[in-house]
């Protein structure tokens, strides 16, 4: 079965600070990796995907992630925050042997101050 | 660009009500998927469809079910409504089921049993 964790509830971070969220995953077979991201009372929205190819994804906002096949890891990266990237971050993988359904670590938290 | 429209986008029911929630995917996606998240929580994958045809079911209520008809658009028929399936419900959708292809969500539809 495929899985992510995300090892941390909340992110602080200031505004102009480089902001890392952690993913770390559990895959058999090629690893299909997203992040979306959710504003208060609001849907999901991607951010981000790895397929295969260059292990730097840069996506939407600025996002950017890094995946690394030895630490099974895809971090989303920001250079500079912003307050409005105050939000609830998820990564996810999609679970090919089951119709690829998308599998979600529990999110975590993220709060930029001015 | 269009985008996942779910309807209705907030309702209250009463215990042992029922509720249908409908999804329009995008279009040319062929792959709906239902997710419920609740409070504080990270979305859980319900059921979905391939070319209108029930291709997983995750932990979805017997009370539950749902269908996906030949325009693609799918609605979630919940029966016998508890305080427990207070919760956000999202539809996704995605060209067909190939790993690499990005899953879209729509903004959900807010759920409360009073």
């Known amino acids: 079965a495929q899985s992510v964790a995300q090892p941390e509830d909340q992110v602080n971070v200031a505004e102009g600070n480089p902001l890392t969220v952690k993913c770390t995953y559990s895959?058999?077979?090629?690893?299909?990796l997203f992040w979306y991201v959710q504003y208060p009372n609001r849907g999901l929205q991607f951010l981000l995907k790895y397929i295969t190819g260059d292990n730097l994804v840069k996506g939407s906002y600025g996002f950017e992630a890094e995946f690394n096949k030895s630490q099974t890891s895809f971090h989303l990266k920001k250079p500079s925050a912003l307050v409005s990237d105050s939000a609830l971050y998820f990564c996810a993988v999609r679970d090919m042997d089951s119709w690829g359904k998308l599998q979600f670590g529990a999110g975590t938290q993220v709060v930029v101050t001015p | 660009a269009a985008g996942v429209i779910q309807s209705p986008r907030h309702l209250i029911k009463e215990k042992r009500e029922t509720a249908t929630l409908k999804c329009y995917p995008i279009p040319r996606h062929d792959t709906v998927y239902w997710y419920q998240q609740g409070p504080g929580q990270d979305p859980q994958f319900l059921i979905s469809?391939?070319?209108?045809?029930?291709?997983d079911k995750g932990s979805i209520p017997d009370r539950f079910s749902a269908q996906q008809f030949s325009d693609y658009h799918s609605e979630l028929n919940m029966s016998s409504l508890e305080l427990g399936d207070s919760a956000l419900y999202f539809c996704a959708s995605s060209i067909s089921k190939e790993g690499g292809n990005t899953i879209y969500f729509g903004e959900g539809s807010w759920l409360t049993v009073v």
């Open positions: 469809f391939y070319e209108k045809m029930q291709s």
């Open positions: 895959v058999s077979g090629n690893p299909y």
